[in-house]
């Protein structure tokens, strides 16, 4: 016996953790293995990740930066070189101890991120000048063992790029890194429809081994914050431990300025979250893999398929277009492919095509739209702009009305139970008062944004003089 509608899934209200989960699986994104915490990529959730890599990937390369490699084992002694670094990530490491029934000689770290692998492939190739800048990424997958893990959010293994560049310069190295925090800040508002806030991380929250560590930071429908995006600039300490030099025009030895800086899948998690409802996913058109599903109604009936098929021919050169001609029922078609969030539904039967029109059914809405068939052409692409721009505006509204300003600690500490999301609030700059605030609230710092606010002219833990406004948020 066939089943005839999805499964429904638990109320977002009701259940914000589980209803995640069961999007994830119920859509098809990802399924659980045999190993803790890590995840298989099914088709759909591979295909949202090859859209964001193929969009990333163009954007990497119009930027002057090439595509490489690196292993996927780091010596024990290698990841030793810098202290800072290997501390931060200690916790985190996957080792390999031996190799069939041997046992190493060294340790085998399986990468947790690649720094050291480019430094010490820059030891070796960069000698002048002129061989720089080096502008590399790699496509890749990293192992950190994380002791909670949830799929797409946290997980042992994921996959991402990664960005690692050499300047001959401390201030070219500080463009290059805020310039890539541009390129994911433009595709997270411009493709994935998610508004993000933009800053410096605290000395607290910086990468391991970073001079300063750079953030996008979104919001979730839940009212928590998502770091989506980090762009690192490493200044010198890198290439001193790993004695990275150059000959400058003057012929005198310098050391060369790093930058690094990540983009993962994570963000998918991002994006249910952002954007999905009570009925499943709901895709950003310029990411979705499929944009529109045409379902033919009545599709037994002579004449039906064909003209469907026709139409998927005739419209595949405007939008990701597919055709569900199975013989499951209409509704069965109608949950699923709400479920999965495809932006725009096209109903056509028996007396659409009599009528020479169809039937558009928005995700993000459900509105219905009758149009005339001889102007698909023109209206789809249209109408996947509208909802492109109306998920990003909703998105924003929600943000904006889930951000607050608190200039005492018991604001604070109300505004966090009140108004889950974003709160904006005056810090005098001291690791105590951080440290005491997520002690007390379980909020951490997000960043220190680039548009500054003066909300008050003290801290909102100490009431010392401030230095900077924060945003503040629980966080996954």
């Known amino acids: 016996m066939k089943k005839e509608f999805v499964q429904s899934i638990t109320a977002m209200d009701d259940d914000f953790a589980q209803w995640f989960t069961d999007v994830v699986t119920k859509a098809e994104l990802a399924d659980y293995t045999s190993v803790r915490g890590s995840m298989i990529l099914r088709p759909y959730g591979y295909a949202i990740w090859d859209n964001v890599k193929e969009a990333l990937d163009a954007r990497i390369k119009a930027t002057g930066h090439e595509n490489v490699y690196m292993p996927l084992f780091i010596p024990e002694s290698l990841l030793q070189k810098e202290k800072d670094h290997i501390a931060g990530f200690a916790p985190e490491v996957a080792w390999v101890t031996h190799g069939g029934d041997e046992k190493l000689a060294e340790r085998l770290c399986v990468r947790p991120t690649s720094e050291v692998l480019f430094c010490e ?125 150059y000959l400058d025009k003057e012929g005198k030895q310098q050391y060369v300025h790093q930058t690094s800086w990540g983009f993962t899948t994570r963000i998918i998690g991002a994006i249910i979250m952002v954007h999905g409802d009570d009925r499943g996913l709901v895709m950003p058109p310029k990411i979705a893999p499929t944009q529109v599903m045409i379902v033919p109604i009545a599709q037994h009936k002579e004449g039906v398929l064909d003209y469907a098929y026709e139409l998927k021919e005739r419209l595949a050169s405007v939008t990701r277009i597919s055709i569900d001609a199975t013989d499951k029922k209409p509704g069965w078609k109608f949950n699923e492919y709400e479920m999965k969030g495809i932006p725009v539904r096209l109903e056509v039967g028996p007396k659409d095509i009599e009528h020479e029109q169809v039937v558009l059914v928005r995700r993000d809405t459900g509105e219905k739209l009758i149009v005339p068939v001889d102007e698909l052409e023109s209206k789809l692409p249209a109408l996947l702009k509208e909802i492109q721009r109306d998920l990003y505006n909703k998105a924003l509204k929600h943000r904006e009305q889930h951000t607050s300003i608190a200039v005492t600690f018991d604001e604070f500490k109300n505004k966090l139970v ?53 945003y503040w948020a629980k966080a996954y």
């Open 418 to 470: 009140d108004n889950p999301g974003f709160v904006k609030a005056m810090w005098c700059g001291d690791l105590a008062c951080e440290e005491f605030i997520k002690e007390e609230t379980t909020a951490s710092s997000r960043c220190i944004p680039f548009e500054q606010e003066q909300l008050s002219d003290t801290c909102v833990c100490c009431e010392s003089p401030a230095t900077s406004m924060v």
């Open 121 to 245: 492939h820059f030891s070796n190739i960069i000698h002048s000048y002129r061989d720089l800048p080096k502008l590399y990424n790699q496509w890749s997958n990293v192992v950190r063992w994380e002791k909670t893990t949830r799929p797409f959010l946290r997980t042992l293994e994921f996959l991402w790029q990664e960005g690692h560049t050499a300047h001959a310069t401390e201030e070219d190295a500080q463009v290059e890194t805020l310039r890539m925090l541009d390129e994911y800040a433009q595709l997270c508002e411009e493709w994935l429809a998610i508004p993000v806030v933009k800053g410096q991380k605290t000395d607290k929250e910086k990468f391991s081994g970073a001079k300063s560590t750079y953030t996008i930071e979104t919001l979730m429908h839940d009212g928590k914050a998502l770091q989506s995006g980090t762009s690192h600039h490493f200044g010198d300490g890198f290439a001193r431990a790993f004695d990275i030099k």
